[in-house]
């Protein structure tokens, strides 16, 4: 496993990075669709926006939320809803989080990182571990963020580890030195957790 932090790097150059990464796995796939995994939040729809403008085939991609607060689809704290609203429109499969549903292989495993280490809904709460039996759970972060005060779906620490690459976009210099702590072992925090159990390349945009 190795890790890469990337400095400075501006929404169209991460979003040529994620191109590449995509198209290269498309040629893997022969033919076959692939599935990636996406965070909510502000900073990915940007990149997301100067994505959707390339060259790449939504058509043969499915997306999926990394988590989501538990609302309707036209709440304006619905990550699906803002990721479809960008991304159907371009071709790509949208998959709601819902129980039951069975995380696949995914390509890219995409994720933003809190100020107190947390990925995806993974909160230091929840104690995630990279040997939860599930994929998905239900989660009721600890403290509830004021601006989101939902339960939510998340992806597991499994579920992010079944993929080729992790990639996150962490901006910051607080962010940038608690991932490189993570990186380097020296907390428990979630984020920590998932680097220490990972063996695909990680790319870290800082």
Sequence with gaps: MSIAIIDGAADGAIAAWVAECL?????????????????????PFPILAELVRGGV??????????DDRIVPEDHPASNVGRIRALLEPAGA????????LVPPHFALAWLGMGADGHIASLFPNTDPRPDDPQRLRRLTPDPLPPEAPFDRFS?????????????????????RALFAAAAAGEHDLPVARLLGAARQPVTCFA
């Design 23 to 43: 198209e290269a796995a498309l040629a893997r796939a022969g033919g076959q669709d692939i599935a990636i995994t996406i965070p909510g939040g502000s900073s």
């Design 57 to 66: 085939d939504w058509s043969r991609i499915a997306v999926w939320p990394g």
């Design 93 to 100: 499969r949208i998959v709601p989080l819902a129980e039951g």
């Design 155 to 175: 992806l597991t620490i499994p579920a992010l580890l079944d993929s080729d690459a992790l990639l996150f976009v962490a901006r910051g210099t607080d962010k």
